[in-house]
């Protein structure tokens, strides 16, 4: 059973930065599509960045393009996402996702291609 647990949100001011962990156990990361996805109070969940098994190809959502980035460690089977340049429309709940199936997704943007989440570590972003 694969099983996703993120880490490292909290309380931020603008433009710091913060870096999120996911530690992947129950397969080998490798095998795995990963991404983070997102949902502030009262929207829907939007995708943030996602990377394939190999690490060399990574998409990013347009909001967070150019600040945040997204990284894997497969010998410690964890993803990271490292926010740079915060900013208050950044908080939000984030969520670690993996396709346990494949390590490279059709469509890495879209939730469907996900079958396992985290339960998801709060980043709150204010002076």
């Known amino acids: 059973q694969v099983q996703l647990e993120e880490s490292g949100g909290g309380l931020v001011q603008p433009g710091d930065s913060l870096q999120l962990s996911c530690r992947i156990s129950?397969?080998?990361?490798?095998?795995?599509?990963m991404a983070w996805f997102r949902q502030a109070p009262g929207k829907e969940r939007e995708f943030v960045a996602g990377i394939a098994g190999s690490g060399g190809s990574q998409y990013y959502g347009d909001s967070v393009k150019g600040r945040f980035i997204i990284g894997r460690d497969n010998n410690k089977n964890m993803v990271f996402l490292q926010m740079n340049s915060v900013k208050p429309e950044d908080t939000a709940v984030y969520y670690c996702a993996a396709n346990s199936w494949t390590s490279m997704t059709t469509n890495p943007t879209r939730q469907y291609e996900y079958d396992r989440w985290g339960q998801g570590t709060q980043v709150t972003v204010s002076s």
């Open positions: 129950g397969n080998t990361l490798a095998r795995c599509a």
